[in-house]
Nanobody, 122 residues
Framework: VQLQAFGGGSVQAGGSLRLSCAAS????????MGWFRQAPGKEREFVAT????????YYADSVRGRFTISRDNAKNMVYLQMNSLQPEDTALYYC????????????????WGQGTQVTVSS
């Protein structure tokens, strides 16, 4: 599975961005998908995950209520809608895939995209 994340950019605090993750090579319908982020000097951290069908999601406490993960298996796409962005959301955002029907909040995913930069200014 090859993953490509895009949609990052620079916004002011309170703004919104929608990240997309395009998959190729395999259908994503049997994969859990996740979004992670990594700020300079910090470890990669979990943001959100969605199960194979899209019926179950889970979020990090820091983004719950502001971010929404979704997927379109027919298009092999996963999305992260980010609202009410804050400067602390500034990071390189990665999408990831794991062949499982469970949710996964750790970094033990099988495949990773290259990352897309999100910068939020105050």
């Amino acid at each position: 599975v090859q993953l490509q994340a895009f949609g990052g950019g620079s916004v002011q605090a309170g703004g919104s961005l929608r990240l997309s993750c395009a998959a190729s090579g395999r259908t994503l319908s049997n994969y859990a998908m996740g979004w992670f982020r990594q700020a300079p000097g910090k470890e990669r951290e979990f943001v959100a995950t969605i199960n194979w069908s899209g019926g179950t999601t889970y979020y990090a406490d820091s983004v719950r209520g502001r971010f929404t993960i979704s997927r379109d298996n027919a298009k092999n796409m996963v999305y992260l809608q980010m609202n009410s962005l804050q400067p602390e959301d500034t990071a390189l955002y990665y999408c990831a895939a794991k062949f499982t029907r469970a949710l996964l909040t750790t970094t033990k995913y099988d495949y990773w995209g290259q990352g897309t930069q999100v910068t939020v200014s105050s």
